[in-house]
C-alpha cells in the first residue's frame, strides 16, 4: 500500500486518532507520513514515527516515537538486541516487542524477554504487542496477555500488523487522550490497554503477492536518504 492511500483509508474508514508507520527495515514509508501530516489542509490521523528492525537471528523489534531529526536510513540490521534498543534509545524513542513469541514469523521468545527485562537495558524495552494482527496472533494473545502481567508489566499494545488497507485496525491500542502525546504518556506510564478491532477481507493473492516481495524485493530495497530539513514537520 501507498502512504497517500494509507492516510486516506484511515481519514475516511478508520476512527484512529494516530497511526504509527513502522516498515521493516526501512524508514522512508513514516518520513514521508510526517511530511504529508504537516502539510496545510491535512485532516488525517497524527503520525508517529517508527520502524521495525531485524535484529541478531532474524529476532524483529520495534522502534517508536523518534525525534527529529527524524533517522533518514534504516537501522542497521542483525545487530544485538542491545545495540538495536540502544540506537533507537539515542534518536529519542521507545523499544516495543512486537508479535512476541509467534512461530509463523521472527519473534522475541519468553527467555529472550526475560533476559533483556533482567539487563541494564531492561527499562529501555517499554511495551508489548498483546494483541497482535499478524498471522496467528489472537492464538497466541491468552498465553502474551498472562505473561505479561504476571511477569513482564509492559505496556499493552494492539497493533494490525497491517499490509493490506482491509487489515488497519484490527487490532488498537486504547489510551486515555487523542494525541500522539497522550499516546506516548499512557504508553510511558503503562496506562495503555490492547483490544481487537475489525478488519476487512483481503483476497489470497494478495497474501500470495505481499510474501513474495517479504521475500525477494524487500530485504535488499534500499531507502533514499532524507536530510532532517526534509522531514522536520517543524519547517
Not at 496477555?145 to 494492539?158: F, Y
Request: proline share 8%; hydrophobic share 40%; glycine share 10%.
Amino acid at each position: 500500500m501507498s502512504v497517500r492511500s494509507l492516510l486516506q483509508h484511515v481519514s475516511s474508514n478508520c476512527a484512529l486518532d494516530a497511526i504509527a508507520i513502522t516498515d521493516h527495515d526501512q524508514i522512508g514509508g513514516a518520513l514521508d507520513a510526517i511530511r504529508r501530516s504537516a502539510e496545510p489542509g491535512y485532516v488525517g490521523p497524527s503520525i508517529v514515527v517508527g520502524i521495525e528492525t531485524t535484529t541478531k537471528c532474524f529476532r524483529h523489534i520495534i522502534g517508536l516515537y523518534f525525534r527529529p531529526p527524524f533517522p533518514s536510513s534504516p537501522l542497521p540490521r542483525f545487530e544485538a538486541l542491545h545495540s538495536t534498543v540502544s540506537r533507537i534509545a539515542d534518536f529519542g524513542g521507545i523499544a516495543v516487542v512486537p508479535h512476541p513469541m509467534s512461530v509463523l514469523v521472527p519473534s522475541l521468545h519468553q527467555k529472550e524477554i526475560d533476559g533483556f527485562l533482567a539487563t541494564a537495558m531492561g527499562p529501555k524495552l517499554v511495551g508489548i504487542e498483546v494483541a497482535s494482527g499478524v498471522i496467528g496472533g489472537r492464538r497466541k494473545e491468552t498465553l502474551v496477555r498472562a505473561m505479561n502481567d504476571g511477569r513482564w508489566g509492559l505496556a499493552e499494545i494492539g497493533a494490525s500488523d497491517a499490509h493490506h488497507l482491509a487489515q488497519v485496525g484490527t487490532a488498537v491500542t486504547w489510551f486515555p487522550g487523542t494525541t500522539v502525546a497522550d499516546l506516548e504518556a499512557a504508553l510511558l506510564e503503562r496506562k495503555t490497554k490492547a483490544v481487537w478491532g475489525k478488519t476487512g477481507p483481503v483476497p489470497a493473492t494478495a497474501h500470495i503477492r505481499q510474501v513474495w516481495r517479504a521475500w525477494t524485493e524487500s530485504p535488499f530495497r534500499g531507502v533514499r536518504p532524507s536530510s532532517p530539513q526534509e522531514v522536520d514537520p517543524r519547517n
